[in-house]
């Protein structure tokens, strides 16, 4: 288990959910692991080959002030993970123009963030993992949720576009688009709901965090270095 020896990354919204799993994961294969996520309530924590910082990644300056912090303890950043997300689901008609910004805010400016940030020391060392998070919405979109589908599609496009940018200077870029998964945000939804999701699903059920983060891990290993600029699906078979 050393798929990411000697590796440091950074992964957004690590606390919990599906970015926890990849957190722990990638610190089982050897990778000194830093969680950035505003859920922690100005909690720090730091040791040889794990830190978790509060950061709001909507926020340049904020993102900046932990990236000094990171590289002064740690170095430059070999894997970033944009995994820092939300959802604020409603139909057009009674979503407000807050609800949409908010949205594309954390999905979107917060992913462009972390990139500015901690791309400079990629392209220094000429060598780099950037990974983000989409979703299959993005490709069929879903009854109210406008803005979440709209921020995945332009996270599609963002990774895209900069994997033809930054393959010269040997950076790549990737996304993963889980389906249906077993985490905070699918809990509520109702059960016969969930039934008729699980009906279109080729596997017939929903993913459980761990395997989206074994997606993570494989675009982040030397198992993948001749892959960029794809959107992953880790979806058991829903879009095909």
Known sequence: MNELINKLAVVTGGFRGIGAKITHRFFLEGATVIVLDIRLNKKVSEGSRFAMYECDVTNLAD??????????????????????????????????????????????????????????????????CIINASSVVADYGNFGQTNYVASKAMINGLTKSLAQELGKEGIRVNAVA???????????????????????????????????????????????????????????????
Do not use: W
Not at 79 to 91: K, Q, Y
Not at 96 to 115: D, H, M, R, Y
Not at 194 to 217: H, M, Q, T
Not at 225 to 235: A, R
């Open 63 to 128: 993102v900046l002030d932990v990236q000094e912090t990171i590289v002064q303890k740690y170095g430059d950043v070999d894997i970033l993970v944009n995994n820092a997300g939300i959802v604020s689901d409603s139909s057009m008609k009674k979503m407000s123009i807050e609800q949409f910004e908010k949205v594309i805010s954390v999905n979107v400016k917060g992913a462009l963030n972390c990139i500015k940030i901690f791309l400079p020391g990629m392209i220094e060392q000429q060598e780099g």
């Open 178 to 240: 889980p389906g249906f998964t077993k985490t905070n945000m699918t809990e509520s939804i109702d059960e016969n709901i969930k039934n008729k999701v699980k009906d279109k699903i080729s596997l017939g059920r929903f993913a459980d965090p761990s395997e989206i983060a074994d997606a993570y891990l494989f675009l982040a290993s030397d198992k993948a270095t001749y892959i960029t600029g794809t959107v992953l699906h880790v979806d058991g078979g829903l879009v095909i």
